[in-house]
Nanobody
Framework: QVQLVESGGGLVQPGGSLRLSCAASGSILRIDAMRWYRQAPGKQRELVASIISGGTNYADSVKGRFTISRDNAKNTVYLQMNSLKPEDTAGYYC???????????????WGQGTQVTVSS
């Protein structure tokens, strides 16, 4: 009953910026954590950024360039990506740890992903 929908992907030039959004909807009691992953062809999936109770964490490859934030009123997490490089090209996936019901523990949900391509 919980859905995650990503948006904001597209084609950008090196050095450009892009803002990804992930909106959670459905039966949401509490969102404990939200994360962004990415996976490029031929590479393993990697954790890009996470936000938990206001604290943030980033992969070394994106530190100083990407910023994760959350709008609690909208149940939405954002990933602001600046100074984009060709190696940032990947499918980006939203993951959220959500408690949907009072009587049940939280569990992870995944979005369908959005493609980011950095090329001139």
């Amino acid at each position: 009953q919980v859905q995650l929908v990503e948006s904001g992907g597209g084609l950008v030039q090196p050095g450009g910026s892009l803002r990804l959004s992930c909106a959670a909807s459905g039966s949401i009691l509490r969102i404990d954590a939200m994360r962004w992953y990415r996976q490029a062809p031929g590479k393993q999936r990697e954790l890009v950024a996470s936000i938990i109770s206001g604290g943030t964490n980033y992969a070394d490859s994106v530190k100083g360039r990407f910023t994760i934030s959350r709008d609690n009123a909208k149940n939405t997490v954002y990933l602001q990506m600046n100074s984009l490089k060709p190696e940032d090209t990947a499918g980006y996936y939203c993951n959220a740890e959500i408690a949907a019901y009072v009587s049940r523990p939280s569990k992870n949900y995944w979005g369908q992903g959005t493609q980011v391509t950095v090329s001139s």
